[in-house]
Nanobody, 115 residues
Framework: QVQLVQSGGGLVQPGGSLRLSCVLSGSALWDYDLGWYRQAPGNQRELVARFIRGGTTSYGDSVKGRFTISADNAKNTVYLQMNSLKPEDTGVYYC?????????WGRGTQVTVTS
């Protein structure tokens, strides 16, 4: 059974950092495109970062230069390093593994940026 288990969210002050982790079990991470998405209250889920098989990365405009997506195939884990956090980064963050016309989500982890 393919599962994604997330960890690493929490409460942080503006300007702080967090690292989110997402461990895949039941399959091999290298076989998928990877993504991090977030959803703030009242908003639609939006793309934060993607990691395409082969190593290409892309980011939402609001996080470029501050967030970094990475993958460790040996640990079957995808990470999201978040630096210089802002209150508008607050939301529930979801990892995903993706193939054409197929996507599986983690359960989400709350990130709250507040002073």
């Amino acid at each position: 059974q393919v599962q994604l288990v997330q960890s690493g969210g929490g409460l942080v002050q503006p300007g702080g950092s967090l690292r989110l982790s997402c461990v895949l079990s039941g399959s091999a991470l290298w076989d998928y495109d990877l993504g991090w998405y977030r959803q703030a209250p009242g908003n639609q889920r939006e793309l934060v970062a993607r990691f395409i098989r082969g190593g290409t990365t892309s980011y939402g405009d609001s996080v470029k230069g501050r967030f970094t997506i990475s993958a460790d195939n040996a640990k079957n884990t995808v990470y999201l390093q978040m630096n210089s956090l802002k209150p508008e980064d607050t939301g529930v963050y979801y990892c995903s593994i993706e193939r054409t016309a197929w996507q599986k989500w983690g359960r989400g982890t709350q990130v709250t940026v507040t002073s």
